[in-house]
Structure formats: C-alpha cells, structure tokens
C-alpha cells in the first residue's frame, strides 16, 4: 500500500533511508563517501518535505518499507528497505514518483541515480544525461542525472 508520508513518519524514513544507503551503496562508493552522504542526517530533515505532501511510503504489514519524494519534473528519492530489494517495492515507488513528478509537468523527467541505481532506471526507460559530483559535507559522490523522456 501506498500512502502519503506523516511527520510520525520520519524516524523511520531516516531509519530507512540510512540503512538503505549503507547497504545497497557500498559497493559503488567508499566508506569516507558513505559517511559523507549521511552524516548530519537527521529524522528532522525531512519534514519539509512531508509537511508539503511530497513524501509518500510504501507500507506491507503495518510496517514503512520504502519512501519515495517527488515534485513536479522530479523524481528526488526512491528508496527500499534492503530486506525487501527485487520483490517489486522500489518499482511502485518509481511508478507512484513518476506520476506525481508529472502533475503540473510537461516534458521529461528528471532524477538524481546513484551508481548502485542506474541499471534500475535504465530498466524503467531513464537515460542517462550527464554525470555529476554533488558535495555531501565535503564529500563528494558522483551521480547520474537522467531523463524519462516517455510515460512508462
């Protein structure tokens, strides 16, 4: 079940999203890489997002197991419990981030992959744009801005 992320929420997104990152990346960043991208993260940071209806979450058995975050042209996280990758969760994420990244929206859509991710979108019909650095505390990780340039 999909459904629209609550600020009770947030614990568990960052919950999530921290577990994610550590253990569906680390084979594609390094340690100094990882601790970049995470330190400073709190449950705290992602209100925003959640109080301006841009967060939803995917719930199987009463419990949070993925989050998605999208705006209008932009599909800005899809992130799956790593006990639950490949059984279908990070796709309803991106199926549910596409359409909302197209209300308001014409022309392609845009996402941030990281490198663990690209061959995910590839499969959803993203290409790939450019690569790109981002600076994370210092830190920086290479991503891969690509487009939807078609509805799936």
Not at 21 to 37: F, I, N
Not at 87 to 105: D, N, P, S, W
Not at 120 to 125: I, N
């Amino acid at each position: 079940m999909i459904r629209q992320a609550t600020s009770r929420d947030a614990a568990r997104i960052h919950e999530l999203h921290t577990n994610s990152v550590q253990a569906l990346c680390k084979d594609h960043y390094s340690p100094e890489q990882l601790t970049g991208w995470l330190k400073n993260r709190t449950p705290r940071g992602y209100l925003a997002g959640i109080e301006r209806g841009e967060m939803f979450v995917v719930v199987e058995e009463e419990q949070i197991v993925g989050f998605g975050h999208a705006v209008p042209g932009e599909v800005v996280a899809v992130y799956v419990d790593p006990e639950r990758v490949r059984r279908g969760v990070g796709q309803a994420i991106l199926v549910e981030g596409i359409t909302r990244a197209r209300k308001g929206h014409h022309g392609a859509i845009r996402l941030d992959a990281t490198l663990n991710a690209q061959h995910f979108y590839e499969k959803a019909g993203f290409v790939e744009v450019e690569r790109k650095v981002v600076k994370r505390n210092e830190v920086g990780l290479p991503l891969v801005v690509m487009e939807l340039r078609e509805e799936i």
